[in-house]
């Protein structure tokens, strides 16, 4: 099993429409989540970490977290054309020298 | 600005040399990161440094050697250059303490030839 799965997608969503991006992980000491988002050719950018069990908001964006089911997910409202992008979940480990362990990221389309 | 730079952006070079790319962060940050971005765009540590000690080494081949002269750098130099050492190259750069996020440098695109 690998230690944090997501769908690698292409999810395609109309313009307007809510994208929901999940990721699960395997190790249960896992403390921090972080979704960093992708663009071709470019570098990770973070976009929203969580900590504690519940929802998280950030402007469109809603990171939520279940550690009883070691789920994570990312919705984004309102999408946009400039949400395409891949998504990437990243795990922490508690006193895993900082070692962030990723998905292989779920590519994301908004269509026009 | 404060970020992390990396250098070269691209460096295409013939299989057997050796190369060397460099790391800088002007954020305060006392942890620095290589990841490896393979053609699939899995995106995998390779080594962390904090305060210029090695802390994570994953298994990466012998050929791969990190240095960190200081807390604000972290070069990765590359002995025997193979085909498969074709990627982008990431350094990254964060606090140790606390629930941190690490930022990430623009990329080094590795081609060899």
């Known amino acids: 099993q690998k230690e944090v799965e997501q769908n690698s997608g292409p999810l395609s969503v109309p313009e307007g429409a809510i994208a929901s991006l999940n990721c699960t992980y395997s190790d249960r000491v896992s403390q921090s989540f972080f979704w960093y988002r992708q663009y071709s050719g470019k570098s990770p950018e973070l976009i929203m970490s969580i900590y504690s069990n519940g929802d998280k908001e950030d402007g469109r964006f809603t990171a939520q977290l279940n550690k009883a089911s070691q789920y994570v997910s990312l919705l984004i409202r309102d999408s946009q054309p400039s949400d395409s992008a891949t998504y990437l979940c990243a795990v922490r480990l508690t006193g895993g020298g900082n070692k962030l362990t990723f998905g292989t990221g779920t590519q994301l389309k908004v269509e026009l | 600005d404060t970020a992390v730079s990396q250098t070269p952006k691209y460096l295409v070079t013939q299989m057997g040399n050796d190369k060397s790319i460099k790391c800088e962060q002007n954020?305060?940050?006392?942890?620095m990161y290589w990841y490896k971005q393979d053609s699939k765009k899995f995106l995998k540590i390779m080594f962390s440094y904090n305060n210029k000690e090695l802390i994570i080494n994953e298994t990466v081949p012998n050929r791969f050697s990190p240095k960190s002269p200081d807390k604000a750098h972290l070069n990765l130099h590359i002995n025997s250059l193979e085909l498969g050492d074709s990627a982008v190259y990431f350094c990254?750069?964060?606090?140790?303490?606390?629930?941190?996020?690490?930022?990430f440098g623009d990329g080094t695109r590795l081609s060899i030839l």
């Open positions: 990254a750069s964060s606090q140790e303490q606390g629930h941190q996020p690490q930022h």
């Open positions: 954020l305060g940050h006392d942890t």
